[in-house]
């Protein structure tokens, strides 16, 4: 039997030449308003063999160092009495969804890198974009933040601790979550409504919009440009805010001694980094219409990965206060740890354990008990 290939791009179906006096657009309509798409598959990062085997054992080690480190800086921030401002209590949170938003993405690029069929469900697809937006939108956010309080610091630092107390410190993390979450949900429902009825490979690493879009059996013109005005314009918009900001506050150094001048730089200097790392990418992406490029996927590893792994490197090697926290938290965890251990010993016979004396005689220091 022959079969017509249907012009319309849009709706890839074949009908049999015996039935082609259907009207065509009517069966397109008809067949999109079903989705028949299940699962998706991955393309990867590659087809090559020992591309996956060294993407595999890279992209392991990443991410070992990246949940390293950020677990760490969260755990000095929170256990360092002296990182009790402003600026650690952002970084802790940086930290946090730097963990969650690359776990989003990475567990699942390593696993497929060792699979043959790189799948995922159609709901697990849609989760995976959701949360992936909405770590990503925070970090953005998060990152805007920093650079207020950076700004108030140096151009306003006798009102620094007034204006950033704890209360404006909470709220706008909360307004980070919140923006996240509100940016998260329209990019996803716009597209788990599109109607995908094959083919269902996604030639990426993870579930992203423009890759979805490409697949869909609709007009997404329309979609395209909202994911332009969601994603791009917010990435867009906050960069300006980012590099405005900053640009006040190196504006402001003439007028500061060299040492404070030394120090403001500093700490600037690593915000700017991630900064840019982040948002070039971010804005390569998603500032453009709903086309994908080859080097997407290259791209997106590294606001996706490498940058949630340079972010604790960054601001632990150009930050004094945090390398001095961790080297007295380690410092403690050793002392710690060796009065552990020499509260029990072990002789030939037996157990000899040290038990202090409350009320000490003059001459005795312990009693041992064998």
């Known amino acids: 039997m022959l079969w017509y290939h249907m012009p319309k791009s849009n709706c890839p179906y074949f009908l049999p030449v015996g039935e082609v006096t259907l009207h065509f657009p009517l069966v397109c309509f008809l067949i999109s308003m079903e989705n028949n798409v299940t699962e998706f598959i991955f393309v990867g990062l590659s087809q090559n063999e020992k591309v996956q085997q060294l993407c595999f054992f890279l992209f392991l080690l990443f991410y070992v160092i990246l949940m390293t480190g950020n677990f760490l800086i969260i755990m000095t921030v929170q256990r360092s009495p002296n990182l009790n401002s402003p600026m650690y209590f952002f970084l802790s949170f940086l930290s946090f969804v730097d963990i969650c938003y690359s776990s989003v993405t990475a567990p699942k690029m390593i696993i497929d890198s060792q699979a043959k069929v790189k799948s995922i469900s159609f709901g697990g697809c849609m989760a995976q974009l959701f949360f992936c937006h909405l770590f990503g939108c925070t970090e953005i956010f998060i990152l805007t933040a920093m650079a207020y ?28 979550w919140l923006g996240g979450f509100t940016h998260s949900f329209v990019q996803t429902m716009l597209t788990v409504r599109l109607p995908f009825c094959g083919p269902n490979l996604i030639d990426h690493y993870f579930c992203d919009v423009h890759p979805l879009l490409k697949l869909a059996c609709t007009e997404t013109y329309m979609v395209g440009l909202i994911v332009i005005a969601n994603s791009g314009m917010i990435s867009l918009s906050c960069f300006i805010i980012l590099m405005g900001s900053y640009t006040v506050i190196l504006l402001s150094f003439k007028t500061r001694s060299s040492e404070g001048r030394r120090k403001a730089l500093s700490t600037c200097a690593s915000h700017i980094t991630v900064v840019i790392l982040f948002f070039i ?80 005689v003059a001459t005795d220091k312990s009693v041992i008990i064998s």
């Open 149 to 176: 309080d950076r700004y108030v610091a140096i151009c306003k630092p006798l009102r620094y601790m007034t204006i950033m107390d704890l209360k404006v410190c909470s709220l706008l993390v909360m307004t980070c």
């Open 281 to 360: 990418p971010c804005l390569f992406i998603y500032l453009r219409p709903s086309t994908t490029f080859t080097e997407d996927k290259m791209v997106a590893v590294f606001y996706t990965i490498i940058t949630p792994m340079l972010n604790p490197l960054i601001y632990t090697l150009r930050n004094m206060e945090v390398k001095n926290a961790m080297k007295r938290l380690w410092i403690e965890w050793l002392l710690d740890r060796n009065k552990r251990d020499s509260g029990v010993k072990l002789n030939g016979i037996g157990i000899a354990c040290t038990v202090p004396v409350s009320k000490r």
